[in-house]
């Protein structure tokens, strides 16, 4: 299975993007708990958003509020809809399995910054 995240880009304060991840090999979303992850520079990687087969959503609370994750088990795509973004949230952004299981691949870079 392979997962490529895309979507990512330069953005204001305050403005938004909509991060996409689609998995290849296999249908992985419909059956597991898919969540975006990010990793800043020096700092671990974190978990922000998830979302159970049955469609629940739970979110760190850095970006509740802010973030909203949607799966399109059709397409084995899974998406991160990010509003009011802030310097803080400037990351590679990843997904992958809850826990994470799959190889983790480049990722895509958020940068906030005016």
């Known amino acids: 299975v392979q997962l490529q995240a895309s979507g990512g880009g330069l953005v204001q304060p305050g403005g938004s993007l909509k991060l996409s991840c689609a998995g290849s090999?296999?249908?992985?979303?419909?059956?597991?708990?898919m969540g975006w992850y990010r990793q800043a520079p020096g700092n671990e990687r974190e978990l922000v958003a998830r979302i159970t087969s049955g469609g629940n959503n739970i979110y760190a609370e850095s970006v509740k509020g802010r973030f909203t994750m949607l799966r399109d088990n059709d397409k084995n795509t899974v998406y991160l809809q990010m509003s009011s973004l802030k310097p803080e949230d400037t990351a590679v952004y990843y997904c992958n399995r809850v826990p994470a299981f799959y190889s983790w691949g480049q990722g895509t870079q958020v940068t906030v910054s005016s």
């Open positions: 090999g296999r249908s992985i979303f419909r059956i597991n708990t």
